[in-house]
């Protein structure tokens, strides 16, 4: 179908500014233009000269017209074939003509990328003719004898030609008629500020910068096609405002000028719905006649450049299969557009297939950091305090619970926020009902009720038993998970949560959701009954399992520790201490595992013994006594002797020697870290004695282990030795590997006491597999930094701190102060041994804070012993200010300062 007219150059050339498309009508479309003379296309194409020839793809067209037309008369052949060949070099010739005219009022040398495409296969149709006709044009009798024989196969191949021009030539003429009208709609919204037909930008940004910098970059710099780039995320993590922030860009204005667009897909459930809002976006003229795909891609096509954000892209997206296929179809189409940059946001972690989307692809927006989080609440807010802090460390930095707390805080004290909190959870943040973005209950509902989540009913029990476990889910035992809850195929059934980005996967191999996630299902999809019972069933007996000398299992309860305290408590708070008839034995020993962690579970302790009377004697006092080591290893110390003393109290009155001998090593320990050794070698003897009597193995080798460390503090080398020996061959004896890893880490200290350095360090590494075995990452970093200590005395300065420097990692992501505070002595020394005096200084002062926080005396007379020898350097001890600088602590300032005086009073 041909939608150009016959026309003179003249009468092209007059046509008024604006009113190009007058060129361009309907017309019949079996009309012929056989009989247009061959001497009007030569007119036309010589017309339309100058601007072909600054038009690539028309000049192709044009040339290829031009050589057809100068060999006509060299051809000998039927009429009738000569007459379609010349009806086709003749509505070419108009095409060319009206387009060079278009781009002269346009002026532009540059032909959208649908059109430059539909020329260059119109090009190649055209040199097929023009290939023909040469072989037909042979004077010779041979020659027109060829002609004759062959004449059946030429015949069809001009056919063939002729259907392919008419085809290409139709498109083309749709194309050019579509591209004319929509420029003259975009030149009369040319004045139409940008910031009126996109959102406006977000005037609070925080902690997305790095990633509005990488998609910037990924805009500029896209060569070979227009960057494809698509932010995915959980409901409620920026990805509108983190894409409104890349349209407002500068840069981006400046290279896209007015043809920026952002089309919401949220109310679009099908493409003709999408289609149907872009026009609308686009401010397009609807033409009846006229497809809304074709207009609107022939619209974007006719920029130079352009870049569309479709917004909420899920909502069309995540649907039944041959939708969701649908979609990617309209999507691959937008993709083609060899000018538009495209931008999508969508809940989730799937992209459609079908694109070649720009590398690197984004990994899924992430919550906001604290810093992040925090500017963003003081700045919509105006105001921080303690109650706003607990606040975004609860919603765990996810942007839309961040900013729906500020805006409440315009209005509500944060402390009262915080009471509203714990009452209502997720339904205490929001502004308004009805809208995802006013409240976050409907956001975390839209995610949900998603149709992957409708596809199979025990998908949201998956999700449900995942809300229930706070430390997630560990991948590799799905199959374990499976056996207990008799959901087939979990994995198949975590796949979609993940999609949806309602659970991701941690470094771990986790399978973890946000914490809101988890409140709001708690609230209304929580666990049934029967995989409620399921689950505390098994929970209980890992509980119950003793790890000590188990590496296997004590690394399935490292993994499972939050999950076992969690399913505990909700067991005690919502039945009772008698629910199970294991239940208190599996507190008691969760506790104890809890200890050697360097855990609290405060709560735990304290819900259980609210139902003391409810327990026996016995449980009563191993509780007291795991408490007890809760609150020694946490360093409350006097919370713990009180624990001890009751304890030892309560097993003296019913005759319970290892309660006894618990509480005696446990008093003990308190001694040691009151830097009374005296007073803790007789408990630790005691326990040693009580321990023996009753016949309890494991109690004599965790007593011969201290009782050593005990000696070698007092230079008792050969006894310490003695004790430590015996106590391995305990351990080794039980198989116990934790005892093992402790007892090798206390020789290795005792042979670097006698300077074998190379045997402590082969002591240190036996200890250091163990423990990483165990998956104790508090004690591989003690080892760690004793083997830091060992390379030190070696002159090995370098590796010394790489090995403390991994050691305090570990440390700080256990959040284990002690342990932090004995790496950082020991990195001063390292530091010191090199004259890195300055540094040394900051280390022993960083170190004395964090035991003074603890109150660790002992340490902190070691940490005061380092910066003594820091400051006899002359250097250092002539400038008091300087000390008094790098001592910012006052307790720790006025102590130096003290010894100084004293010091210099002697000097």
């Avoid at 247009?36 to 000049?59: G, W």
């Avoid at 296969?121 to 010779?140: F, M, P, T, W, Y």
């Avoid at 999508?344 to 972690?349: E, K, N, S, W």
């Avoid at 969760?590 to 009377?613: D, Y």
Wanted: with cysteine; charged share 20%; proline share 3%.
């Amino acid at each position: 179908m041909s939608l150009l007219r016959q026309t003179t150059p003249s009468e092209s050339r007059d046509a008024p500014a604006g009113q190009l498309g007058s060129v361009v009508q309907q017309t019949d479309h079996h009309g012929s233009y056989a009989s247009a003379s061959l001497t009007t296309s030569l007119a036309l194409l010589k017309d339309a000269a100058e601007m072909t020839a600054k038009v690539p793809y028309l000049k192709t067209v044009s040339g290829v017209l031009l050589r057809i037309i100068e060999v006509r008369d060299q051809i000998r052949f039927s009429n009738d074939r000569w007459a379609e060949i010349m009806e086709n070099v003749t509505r070419v010739a108009h095409f060319v003509h009206d387009t060079s005219m278009y781009c002269e009022r346009s002026e532009t040398a540059d032909l959208p990328g649908d059109l430059q495409h539909l020329l260059g296969s119109l090009a190649r149709d055209l040199s097929a003719v023009e290939n023909i006709l040469h072989k037909c044009r042979g004077q010779s009798k041979w020659a027109r004898f060829k002609q004759v024989v062959t004449r059946s196969e030429i015949s069809k191949k001009i056919e063939e030609c002729d259907r392919k021009i008419k085809t290409t030539l139709d498109a083309c003429n749709t194309t050019l008629m579509l591209n004319i009208r929509t420029n003259q709609h975009a030149a009369e919204h040319q004045t139409l500020s940008i910031f009126l037909r996109i959102p406006a930008k977000p005037q609070v940004f925080y902690g997305r910068e790095e990633t509005l910098d990488l998609i910037i970059s990924l805009i500029f710099s896209a060569l070979d096609a227009p960057a494809r780039i698509s932010i995915l995320g959980s409901g409620g993590m920026g990805k509108t405002s983190l894409a409104l922030a890349i349209l407002h860009q500068p840069s981006v204005q400046a290279k896209f000028q007015k043809a920026i667009y952002f089309v919401s897909c949220e109310g679009c459930t099908s493409v003709a719905a999408l289609w149907a809002e872009m026009a609308r976006n686009f401010k397009l003229a609807i033409d009846p006649n006229i497809g809304l795909d074709q207009m609107i891609l022939s619209y974007l096509g006719s920029f130079a450049a352009s870049i569309l954000c479709l917004d909420n892209f899920e909502t069309l997206w995540d649907q039944e299969v041959e939708q969701k296929i649908a979609v990617e179809s309209f999507l691959a189409r937008l993709a083609a557009l060899h000018n538009t940059t495209l931008v999508l946001t969508m809940r989730g972690v799937e992209r459609p297939a079908g694109i070649a989307w720009t590398q690197p692809i984004l990994s899924p927006l992430q919550p906001l950091d604290t810093a992040a989080a925090k500017k963003t609440f003081q700045n919509i807010s105006g105001q921080w305090d303690a109650w706003a802090e607990k606040l975004i460390e609860v919603v765990d930095g996810l942007p839309l619970a961040v900013t729906l707390l500020a805006h409440l805080a315009q209005s509500l004290p944060c402390r009262q926020l915080w009471q509203r909190w714990e009452q209502k959870h997720v339904a205490a943040i929001e502004r308004n009902k009805g809208h995802r973005l006013t409240s976050l209950e409907l956001s975390i509902q839209l995610s949900i009720e998603g149709s992957r989540m409708r596809s199979d009913p025990e998908i949201l029990s998956v999700l449900s038993i995942l809300c229930t476990l706070p430390g997630g889910l560990i991948l590799n035992k799905t199959e374990q998970y499976e056996t207990i809850t008799k959901i087939t195929d979990m994995i198949g059934k975590l796949l979609p949560l993940q999609q949806s980005s309602l659970v991701y996967i941690t470094p771990d191999n986790v399978l973890q959701t946000h914490p809101l996630i988890r409140y709001y299902c708690q609230a209304h999809h929580p666990l049934s009954l029967t995989l409620r019972n399921v689950i505390e069933q098994y929970y209980i007996e890992l509980a119950l399992k003793q790890s000590d000398g188990k590496a296997d299992i004590y690394k399935d309860k490292s993994l499972e520790i939050q999950n076992i305290g969690s399913i505990l408590l909700d067991c005690l708070k919502d039945k009772s201490a008698l629910a199970y008839p294991s239940l208190p034995e599996a507190v008691n020993i969760h506790g104890k595992f809890c200890a050697s962690r360097g855990i609290l579970a405060q709560p735990l302790f304290e819900t259980i013994n609210s139902q003391f009377h409810l327990l026996s004697i016995r449980q009563q006092t191993k509780i007291m006594n795991t408490w007890g080591h809760c609150f020694l290893e946490t360093d409350n110390w006097e919370f713990a002797k009180q624990k001890f003393l009751e304890a030892l109290d309560c097993s003296q009155r019913f005759k319970d020697d290892i309660g006894q001998g618990d509480a005696y090593y446990g008093l003990a320990d308190v001694y040691v870290a009151e830097d009374k050794l005296d007073i803790a070698m007789e408990h630790f003897q005691k326990a040693l004695k009580i321990h023996q009597q009753a016949s309890h193995v494991q109690g004599q080798g965790k007593a011969l282990t201290q009782i050593g460390s005990m000696l070698l503090l007092k230079n008792k080398v050969e006894e310490a030795e003695s004790c430590l020996l015996a106590s391995l061959k305990i351990h080794e004896e039980m198989n116990d590997s934790i005892g093992q890893a402790n007892n090798l880490n206390t020789l290795g200290n005792l042979y670097l006491h006698k300077w074998l350095y190379n045997e402590s360090i082969e002591y240190y590494n036996q200890a250091l597999n163990l423990y990483e075995i165990l998956n104790d990452s508090v004690y591989q970093g003690d080892v760690l930094t004793n083997l830091g200590q060992a390379h030190q005395l070696l002159g090995q300065y370098d590796y010394a701190e790489q090995l403390i420097q991994k050691a305090l990692i570990l440390q700080k992501e256990a959040k284990n102060e002690r342990g932090k505070g004995y790496a950082i002595d020991c990195l001063a020394k390292v530091y010191l041994d090199q004259g890195k005096l300055d540094d040394a200084l900051a280390s022993y002062n960083a170190a004395l804070d964090i035991h003074v926080r603890r109150n660790d005396k002992a340490s902190q007379a070691q940490s005061l012993q380092g910066l003594g020898h820091v400051l006899k350097i002359p250097k250092i001890w002539m400038d008091k200010d300087l000390i008094v600088r790098f001592l910012v602590t006052p307790i720790i300032a006025s102590i130096v300062w003290t010894w100084l005086e004293i010091i210099g009073e002697k000097g």
